[in-house]
């Protein structure tokens, strides 16, 4: 059974970072793509990041290119997401999913999520 | 303002059954597979729909998903006020090389 636990959420001032975690079980971790999906309160999803499977390509949205780093380590069955030059609007929950072989971008699994406050 | 549009909100009585539009463009909808997902209240979305129509394991069958041009429908039969959640749609926009999501339709059961 796939199980995702994030990590690594909290309180933030404008301006700083935060190095959120996703630990991964149950499944063929160095198989999957992984993303970070987040979702403001009250607000919808937001996708954040995606990292291929072996960690040779990564993608962002336009809202956090330059501020936002995914990788990932095979060998730990983790993903993370170094934010930094954090700003109020990156205040949400965010989410890890995994990304299956062959899926065309479904998100088969989520975690629960891990919460970011970005506030003076 | 999302690249996917989806209605706010839909309604139905319990029994019956509504549908939930999802627009787009020929970057996202139109040249790639879209996913639906549902969102209970106070926990994490989960997979309804993957590849336009397919339910992965687990899911009923009163959840159908199709897709025709740049537009994709989700469809709830016997409609449950389980039912109850926030629906999404989401897809890759091929232009942007990204994940985009509808902004989420509320879906009440009267």
């Given amino acids: 059974q796939v199980h995702l636990v994030e990590s690594g959420g909290g309180v933030v001032q404008p301006g700083g ?16 793509a992984m993303h970070w999906v987040r979702q403001a309160p009250g607000k919808g999803l937001e996708w954040v990041a995606m990292i291929w499977y072996d960690g040779t390509t990564k993608f962002y949205p336009d809202s956090v290119k330059g501020r936002f780093i995914i990788s990932r380590d095979n060998t730990e069955n983790t993903v ?15 989410y890890c999913v995994t990304d299956p072989p062959f899926s065309g971008y ?10 970011v406050n970005v506030s003076s | ?42 926990t994490a979305p989960k997979l309804l729909i993957s590849n336009n129509d397919e339910r992965p394991s687990g899911i009923p069958d009163r959840f159908s998903g199709s897709k025709s041009g740049t537009s994709a429908t989700l469809g709830v ?3 449950q006020t389980g039912d109850e959640a926030d629906y999404y749609c989401g897809t890759w926009d091929s232009s942007l090389s990204a994940v985009v999501f509808g902004g989420g339709t509320k879906l009440t059961v009267l």
């Avoid at chain 2, 139905?12 to 639906?36: D, E, H, L, M, R």
């Fill in chain 1, 17 to 32: 970072s935060l190095k959120l975690s996703c630990e991964a079980s149950g499944f063929h971790f160095k198989d999957y």
């Fill in chain 1, 80 to 94: 993370y997401l170094q934010m930094k030059y954090l700003r109020a609007e990156d205040t949400a929950l965010y």
């Fill in chain 1, 106 to 115: 479904a998100f088969h699994s989520w975690g629960q999520g891990t919460l």
């Fill in chain 2, 1 to 42: 303002q999302s690249v996917l549009t989806q209605p706010p909100s839909v309604s139905a009585a319990p029994g019956q059954k509504v549908t939930i539009s999802c627009s787009g463009s020929s970057s996202n909808i139109g040249n790639n597979y879209v996913c639906w997902y549902q969102q209970l209240p106070g």
């Fill in chain 2, 77 to 79: 039969t016997g409609l």
